[in-house]
């Protein structure tokens, strides 16, 4: 079975500083990643996925990824963070051929502070 | 467009009570998904749907039920409210299952006192 580990469940750092959110996956077979961002009181947004070609993968708002087969990981990363960046971030998970549903961690909450 | 919209974004229940938490989604996606969300939990799928008429049971389904008559909608009822189905609900839907994007609802938060 797949699953999905973040390594952080808080993450605080300073406006401006650099900011890596850790994500591990398990699965047998080929997936598909994603990362979600959700604003307080509001639903899930996609930040950037990755589904094959390149493994360094852009997305919304300055945010990168790069997918590591070897060590299975799908770790975030922006150089530059704001305080607007203060939000809960998923690592999500779907099989890439029988998968029916996107599979998620348990969240990383981003505190930016001034 | 207006997406997916979830009504209601708030209720209370009493235990033992039911209610129909109601998703509807513009789009004409054949997938539609109803997930859970609990603090420091991620989120927990419920229900799944790939079409009208045929819905699948997620990793947590006990206490709800689903039914996709049409496109567009996807309700999921609760029967016999208990506390532990406290949480903020959230559908979503997509295209496609696997590499398309999955549009998320803004939630329903619902207390069970």
């Known amino acids: 079975a797949q699953s999905v580990t973040q390594l952080d469940s808080q993450v605080p750092v300073f406006e401006e500083a650099p900011v890596e959110l850790r994500c591990n996956y398990s699965s047998s077979v080929s997936v598909y990643l994603f990362w979600y961002v959700q604003y307080p009181n509001q639903g899930l947004q996609l930040l950037l996925k990755y589904l094959s070609g390149s493994t360094l993968v852009k997305g919304i708002n300055g945010f990168e990824a790069e997918f590591n087969k070897s060590q299975t990981s799908f770790h975030l990363r922006k150089p530059s963070v704001h305080i607007s960046d203060t939000a809960e971030y998923f690592c999500?998970?779907?099989?890439?051929?029988?998968?029916?549903?996107?599979?998620f961690g348990k969240g990383t909450t981003l505190s930016v502070s001034s | 467009n207006a997406g997916v919209t979830q009504t209601p974004k708030f209720r209370i229940l009493k235990i033992g009570q039911s209610m129909t938490l109601q998703c509807t989604q513009d789009m004409n996606h054949n997938y539609m998904y109803w997930y859970r969300q609990d603090p420091g939990m991620g989120l927990k799928l419920i229900y799944y749907?790939?079409?009208?008429?045929?819905?699948d049971k997620g990793e947590v389904p006990n206490g709800y039920n689903v039914s996709r008559s049409t496109t567009e909608d996807f309700p999921l009822r609760l029967e016999l409210a208990a506390p532990s189905q406290t949480s903020v609900y959230f559908c979503?839907?997509?295209?496609?299952?696997?590499?398309?994007?999955?549009?998320f609802g803004q939630g329903t938060r619902l207390t069970v006192v």
């Open positions: 979503a839907s997509s295209y496609y299952q696997g590499n398309t994007e999955a549009f």
């Open positions: 749907s790939v079409g009208a008429g045929i819905t």
């Open positions: 999500a998970v779907i099989v890439n051929q029988a998968g029916t549903a996107l599979i």
